[in-house]
Nanobody, 124 residues
């Protein structure tokens, strides 16, 4: 049974940094396409960053240059720098068996497994 669990969320001041981690059980992380999504209050869920099993990487335009996705054998990470109030949301990691593609998807319908989410709150 696949289980994803996010950690590393919390409150941070505007301009600060956080690193989210997504730990997986029941799957071998490098063989899966992984994505980070977020949902702010009153807004639809949006894809933030993704990485394929072939190491294709993608970012939402508003986070390019500030967020970095990475992965090791056990976890996927989202390093978030220069945070602002627009980044306040619940962040989810999601996974699907690897496409080995050079381009990854930020569409939530493309992912099968989901974590419970981690709250990130940016204060000014």
């Amino acid at each position: 049974q696949v289980h994803l669990e996010e950690s590393g969320g919390g409150p941070v001041q505007s301009g600060g940094s956080l690193r989210l981690s997504c730990a997986a059980s029941g799957l071998h992380m490098p063989h899966y396409d992984i994505a980070w999504f977020r949902q702010a209050p009153g807004k639809e869920r949006e894809g933030v960053s993704c990485m394929t099993s072939g190491d294709g990487i993608g970012y939402l335009g508003s986070v390019k240059g500030r967020f970095t996705i990475s992965r090791d054998a056990d976890k996927t990470y989202l390093q978030m720098n220069n945070l602002n109030s627009d980044d306040t949301a619940v962040y989810y990691c999601a996974a699907v068996y690897g496409t080995w593609a050079g381009v990854c998807s930020l569409e939530d319908s493309d992912y099968v497994f989901w974590g419970q989410g981690a709250q990130v709150t940016i204060s000014s």
